[in-house]
């Protein structure tokens, strides 16, 4: 009896409203904390993709160096017969210089992007890498220019042996144990450094 008394005397109006103020601040908390995990997760795909991503670009930009490199030409035979071995020389070079900045362009990018998410460290991580570029775009000049590709005809050109020796060893790929290729790959391992710990934990 007493029991159906204290029942009855329950406020059932306001027990209902602090019911459904419970469930709702409940409700909240559950979806704010779960919102929480989906941005954290997302935003550790979004870096493990670019970490990938900086990777991968990176091996694409050492093939295309090492492309440049090739000692092998392919030269059109009707150039050559017509006297234009040099001519056709160029323009190989200028393709495969052409590919390889596309490659450092799209490289840039995301140097860019990680930058903006691990600030200094992760840019100056491909620093090496341009420098390669740049001593084998300097190399290709210089390679020409020791053919008196770019020189004025009564300019004298210095093609002294040691130095076309020395030059030769950017322009021309011998071994992945060449010297060159082994400061590109050191370039490249800057790289895999910073960003390989960033995939491999994943």
Same mark, same amino acid.
């Not at 007493?2 to 909240?28: H, N, P, Q, R, Y």
């Not at 030769?168 to 390989?196: A, H, L």
């Given at each position: 009896? +007493?029991?159906?008394?204290?029942?009855?005397?329950?406020?059932? +109006?306001?027990?209902?409203?602090?019911?459904?103020?419970?469930?709702?601040?409940? @409700?909240?908390?559950? !979806?704010?904390? !779960?919102?929480?995990?989906?941005?954290? &997760?997302? =935003? !550790?795909?979004?870096? #493990?993709?670019?970490?990938?991503?900086?990777?991968?670009?990176?091996? $694409?930009?050492?093939?295309?160096? &090492?492309?440049?490199?090739?000692?092998?030409?392919?030269?059109?035979?009707? $150039?050559?017969?017509?006297?234009?071995?040099? =001519? $056709?020389?160029?323009?190989? #070079?200028?393709?495969?210089?052409?590919?390889?900045?596309?490659?450092?362009?799209?490289? &840039?990018?995301?140097?860019?992007? @990680?930058?903006?998410?691990?600030?200094?460290?992760?840019?100056? +991580?491909?620093?090496?890498?341009?420098?390669?570029? !740049?001593?084998?775009? @300097?190399?290709?000049?210089?390679?020409?220019?020791?053919?008196?590709? #770019?020189?004025?005809?009564?300019?004298?050109?210095?093609?002294?042996?040691?130095?076309?020796?020395?030059?030769?060893?950017?322009? #021309?790929?011998?071994?992945?144990?060449? $010297? %060159?290729? &082994?400061?590109? +790959?050191?370039?490249?391992?800057?790289?895999?450094?910073? %960003?390989?710990?960033?995939?491999?934990?994943?």
């Amino acid at each position: 009896m +007493s029991l159906c008394l204290a029942i009855s005397e329950i406020d059932w +109006s306001i027990t209902k409203d602090m019911i459904s103020i419970i469930g709702t601040i409940g @409700a909240l908390v559950i !979806g704010s904390t !779960g919102l929480f995990t989906w941005r954290r &997760q997302l =935003k !550790g795909t979004s870096e #493990y993709e670019l970490a990938k991503k900086a990777i991968l670009s990176t091996y $694409e930009l050492q093939q295309a160096i &090492q492309s440049v490199r090739n000692p092998i030409l392919y030269l059109s035979k009707d $150039e050559v017969e017509a006297g234009c071995r040099i =001519k $056709e020389e160029l323009r190989i #070079y200028d393709d495969r210089m052409d590919h390889l900045y596309k490659k450092w362009i799209e490289l &840039q990018a995301i140097r860019l992007e @990680a930058k903006v998410i691990w600030s200094d460290e992760a840019h100056n +991580s491909f620093n090496e890498i341009q420098k390669r570029i !740049g001593e084998v775009k @300097a190399a290709i000049w210089l390679h020409f220019w020791m053919k008196g590709v #770019y020189a004025n005809p009564e300019a004298t050109v210095d093609n002294d042996p040691e130095r076309l020796k020395e030059n030769n060893k950017i322009v #021309y790929f011998t071994s992945d144990e060449d $010297e %060159f290729s &082994q400061k590109i +790959s050191s370039s490249v391992n800057n790289v895999e450094r910073f %960003f390989g710990s960033r995939v491999r934990s994943k």
